[in-house]
């Protein structure tokens, strides 16, 4: 079953001259359950845009979305879901730097209750062991390194068991190795926990982990 459809997507912004440049010209895409979709583009073809969309952070011009089967109305709050549903990555981690790893991981807990329950802090802290980060949980981001980051970022995406994840250029900031081993990971969680993962990237090695690539062209060049 598909966990994330996009039908015919289009999305324009102003032009900064009065008029309007379209981004997304018509984009579509399935992700089925444990399926790895890389997304690939020069630079301003609408990737994040893409992104944004399929993570009801910004509605479309016109075009549908459904998330785990359920349709996303125009107009409506989706914050809801998008906690459930999708764990977001983002290139540069955003991890907070006044709280500890654990405590940056439990985050989207903190977003539906005032106090994280034990049980999802003993997952939080499982996550971390199969990110093979367990020692890092009481360290302060500073302190760790940007391959560590990127997985601290990957626990805190997983913690409410999305369906989803989307990850924008993840391994953007990092060196070849470290930017393997994340795409490798990703791959790992797809495979073990189900998940459907859409990674935007701009290297090629790091797309060929994925099980199927979608290249997004510019429209305006
Ligand atoms: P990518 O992630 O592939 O680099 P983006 O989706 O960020 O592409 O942006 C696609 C194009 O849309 C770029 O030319 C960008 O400048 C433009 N754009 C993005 N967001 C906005 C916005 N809020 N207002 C106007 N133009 C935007
Ligand atoms: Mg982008």
Redesign the pocket.
């Known amino acids: 079953m598909s966990i994330l459809t996009l039908e015919n997507i289009r999305k324009s912004?102003?032009d900064?001259e009065g008029g309007l440049?379209t981004?997304l010209g018509g984009v579509s895409l399935s992700l089925e359950r444990g399926e790895f979709i890389a997304v690939t583009?020069?630079?301003?073809?609408?990737?994040?845009?893409?992104l944004?969309i399929a993570g009801t952070l910004l509605e479309p011009d016109s075009g549908k979305v459904f998330i785990d089967g359920q349709e996303i109305s125009p107009g409506e709050d989706h914050s809801l879901i998008r906690n459930r549903k999708i764990g977001f990555v983002f290139q540069d981690h955003r991890l907070l730097p006044q709280l500890t790893v654990l405590q940056n991981v439990l985050l989207p807990a903190l977003a539906s209750a005032e106090k994280v329950p034990s049980e999802t802090e003993k997952y939080a802290l499982s996550l971390l062991e199969y990110a093979g980060i367990s020692s890092l949980s009481g360290k302060y981001p500073s302190a760790i390194s940007g391959g560590e980051g990127g997985r601290v970022a990957l626990c805190r995406a997983l913690v409410m068991k999305p369906a989803i994840i989307l990850a924008?250029e993840p391994t953007g900031q990092l060196d070849h190795e470290n930017a393997l081993k994340i795409a490798s990971l990703l791959g790992k969680v797809c495979d073990d926990f189900g998940t459907g993962v859409v990674m935007?990237t701009h290297s090629d090695e790091v797309a060929a982990v994925a099980s199927r690539k979608i290249g997004?062209s510019s429209l305006?060049d």
């Open positions: 912004y102003p900064g440049r981004v583009g020069p630079s301003g073809s609408g990737k994040t845009t893409l944004r924008d935007v997004l305006n």
